[in-house]
């Protein structure tokens, strides 16, 4: 694995919109928020001007997000890139990525939902850590919640531990800076299993982003996984498919081999849950896990419902499950 350099403190972090821009002035007042609290802790930050653009989903064309995004990676003063938030198609960049530029530049990436997908891609073709965590917009919190701190030890510590939160958002907030924590964290096992460790060398993402690729030319997930001894340790963020829906795109990875060398699985919580006649999001799970013999756990740190876990691709991970408790343990190695 090919890990960047760490983040230290004053370093340059730039900022872009590799999905969706700033959609109002919301946005922009949590843009200017979050620089204030980036700089308070330390660190400059600069923006591309896709940024401040955004229509029909997207911040500018394919193209133009990578020309931007390839500026940032390509400048040795930027030490991280932020990606502003996610939307629905980043897809649109793959085609326009530079093959000869991106192995020779390797910085820390961070971001999540359909951002992921630019994490997913440039682990599994290039073999580079990429983060899955908060998108930089969440930094403009009133007081920065604990699990955004984690980012930045994923950036700079060569072992970072994440131990599960007490509460997450159980409601459905919109247009809130801050989270709003109302319900008790409890994993599940998918197999009642009291006590669980799995280990091994972490990928996965928001798996309505990440599966855009499977089939096609971008999709080197298969010879990724294969390509450690230790195995894999997948993690899953649902965003909204149904249990039908979930069903299809976990068929889908397993035909393609992407669960081949597998240790175990640990998946976000959703609110995808409602079941389409007797068909639940258990069935989902039981019908793609059940013939794996893997541990599967349930309602994790992950993802859209927050708080989330940052998850670095590529690192070698441990988790520890115990009576619907876990840690995480990622180490850069």
Known sequence: MIYPNDLKISDLIGVTATSSGL???????????TKENLEKL??????TPNVFTN???????????????????????IKAIAQLRGGELLLEMLPYLDDDIIPNNSK???????????NFYLTTKYHIAT???GNVLEFAMDKIHESLFSILKCMSEKAIIQENFKLYEGKK????????????????????NK??????????????????????????????????????????DIYDSNPLDLYRKLWQMKEAFWFNNINGIIIGRTRSIKKIEDFTYLDALHKIFDDMNIPVIID????????????????????????GKGTLKQEKI
């Open 300 to 323: 994790v740190d992950i993802g859209h419902v927050k708080p989330q876990f940052s998850i670095i691709n590529g690192s070698f991970g441990t988790f520890t499950y115990k009576n």
């Open 131 to 133: 983060i899955n965590s």
């Open 23 to 33: 959609i109002d002035e919301f946005d922009r007042e949590r843009l200017k928020k």
């Open 173 to 192: 907030h919109r247009h809130e800076i801050n989270y709003s924590l109302d319900t008790k964290v409890k994993y599940k096992s998918l197999y009642n």
């Open 108 to 118: 820390w990436i961070f971001g999540y939902s359909d951002s992921s997908l630019l």
């Open 195 to 236: 006590e669980i460790i799995i280990k091994g060398r972490m990928i996965g993402g928001c798996l309505e982003a990440i599966i855009e690729i499977l089939g096609t030319k971008y999709d080197y997930v298969s010879d990724f996984c294969n390509s450690f001894k230790e195995g894999m340790f997948w993690y899953l």
């Open 55 to 77: 229509n029909k989903f997207v911040s500018s064309s394919g193209q133009d997000r990578v020309q931007e995004f390839m500026k940032l990676w390509k400048n040795d003063d």
């Open 42 to 47: 330390g660190y400059k930050t600069i923006e």
